[in-house]
């Protein structure tokens, strides 16, 4: 919510009362036959906005927040006295969620994490409770222990099952990360009706379950503000169903089976927060294992990929049959000496450097890797000798031309190349493939580290013939 802007906290406090008056009338036009509301989705979603954005978590905004609650209730109820006692126990919740999650959901980061999904229960809990046990008592007109009682569960269970629903929904928004729907995605999408139709053709007290394996498979398979919506979607459509005797066979506009209301709402609330849960691991898991393949995949100091990274990369790629493929591979010259002569440290920036240099002008034509030491390797596909060659020379000359600094001063190298080219060939593969392109390449640089380095060497001759092909044909 890019509107909620630390940089303008008078424009955050408006627009904070007007959420809160706006759902406090929604809530309020959504009463029961009973003075309570069936939804009363202020709270949550006031209490979300204060533990997502920090700023906005200010005593001022409790007080505005109140405000527009007192006056909903002033303006389309007629309450005053009873409405100050009502509200308090609105703001007893959203104070003990947003006190509760406080620091735990950091607005910045993309990533949640299951430690935060499991403080969500507990904090929603004792939130509801308090709000439920205070709203329960001075909503209650008479001194009947029972009719407190039921005030006290309609009200905790209502708090309980809103806050589970509203709560992961606003935490989650905007945190997905790029998704391209499949299949599988739009099945467990579609499978949600189905389920729900199943579910008011069964009724009975199981058929509230019924949809929470399509809300696991959601969870899986779709990113956790969608899964999370489609949660909180089927939580308030099942609730209604029951209501609306849908689902179920009980009559919940009288005060007796009111509790069974009361039983429904706890029973969403403990389903809602499975496919969060698992939403929000399979998210970290995914984004671990990336990091992960990325650590494992690429070279710290370069940058670039490492041998494994590469033989991974490639792997990828369908090999086609008489497909070319040119390696560069390159080695720095009396590189020992720069270490020997400006220390270690100065060789590894000299090596830092390169790989930006690469990365910045081949990584587009080239798979370009770091293969331990000095050495690099590149790769290009479907490219031809003389491409290569060119190719190679001006990297030789870029970088005997390029100023490597070494924090005050500045240093220049050369490298020695060698070159070789290959046709992929069948029953073949890039393990193969580059492996004797690698044999042949080494050999090249070998020669012109032999014929005085800073030169590059082919593995093919003035004709154009591959030299080594050649010899293996
Ligand atoms: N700073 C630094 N040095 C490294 C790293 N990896 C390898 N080296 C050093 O690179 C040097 C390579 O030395 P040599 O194999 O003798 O090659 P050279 O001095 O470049 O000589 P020629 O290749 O024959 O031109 C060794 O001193 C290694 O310690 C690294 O990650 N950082």
Not at 147 to 167: A, C, F, K, P, Y
Not at 324 to 338: A, E, P, Q, R, T
Not at 397 to 412: I, K, M, P, T, W
């Amino acid at each position: 919510m890019s509107f909620l802007n630390k940089y303008r906290k008078i424009t955050d406090t408006v627009i904070l009362f007007l959420l809160t008056f706006f759902f406090c009338y929604v809530g309020g036009h959504l009463r029961l036959p009973f003075v309570f509301s069936m939804f009363w989705i202020a709270n949550a979603v006031i209490a979300g906005i204060f533990v997502r954005y920090p700023s906005t978590h200010r005593p001022i905004n409790y007080l505005v927040c109140a405000l527009a609650m007192f006056l909903n209730d002033y303006l389309f109820s007629g309450w005053l006295y009873s409405a100050i006692l009502i509200n308090t126990a609105n703001i007893i919740f959203i104070a003990i969620v947003a006190l509760g999650l406080k620091g735990l959901w950091k607005h910045h980061s993309k990533q949640l994490t299951p430690k935060q999904v499991l403080i969500l229960f507990p904090v929603c809990l004792a939130a509801a409770l308090a709000s439920g046990i205070w709203g329960g008592i001075v909503s209650t007109s008479g001194t009947v222990a029972s009719d407190i009682v039921i005030n006290i569960s309609l009200w905790v269970s209502e708090q309980l099952s809103t806050g589970l629903m509203i709560l992961p929904l606003i935490l989650s928004f905007k945190r997905s990360k790029k998704f391209e729907w499949q299949y599988t995605s739009v099945l467990a999408v579609l499978s949600v009706p189905v389920l729900f139709l199943f579910a008011s053709l069964i009724k009975g007290p199981g058929s509230i379950v019924f949809p929470l394996p399509i809300l696991i498979w959601c969870a899986l398979v779709l990113p956790v503000f969608i899964s999370t919506l489609i949660t909180f979607l089927v939580g308030v459509l099942e609730i209604m169903m029951v209501y609306e005797d849908i689902m179920s066979n009980h009559a919940l506009d009288s005060y007796p089976e009111a509790m069974a209301l009361v039983s429904i709402r706890l029973g969403v609330a403990a389903m809602v927060l499975t496919p969060f849960m698992v939403s929000v691991t399979i998210d970290a898991i995914t984004t671990l294992n990336k990091q992960l393949e990325i650590r494992a995949n690429t070279d710290f100091l370069t940058q670039l990929l490492s041998r494994a990274g590469l033989f991974e990369k490639l792997s990828r790629l369908p090999l086609k049959n008489g497909q070319s493929v040119g390696m560069i591979l390159f080695d720095i010259d009396y590189f020992k000496s720069i270490n020997d002569t400006f220390g270690h440290q100065a060789g590894d920036e000299v090596l830092s450097d390169l790989g930006y240099l690469l990365r910045r002008d081949y990584k587009k034509k080239f798979y370009i890797a770091r293969f331990g030491g000095e050495e690099f390797a590149m790769i290009g596909l479907n490219i031809c000798q003389q491409a290569l060659y060119e190719q190679a020379e001006l990297l030789r000359q870029r970088v005997a031309q390029h100023e490597f600094s070494l924090g005050d001063r500045s240093l220049s190298i050369t490298i020695s190349l060698g070159l070789a080219m290959g046709t992929t060939k069948s029953n073949e593969g890039w393990q193969q493939l580059i492996t004797r392109l690698m044999s042949q390449s080494d050999t090249r640089l070998y020669l012109s580290k032999a014929g005085g380095r800073n030169q590059t060497t082919p593995n093919w001759s003035e004709g154009s013939l591959l030299i080594s092909d050649q010899r293996q044909t």
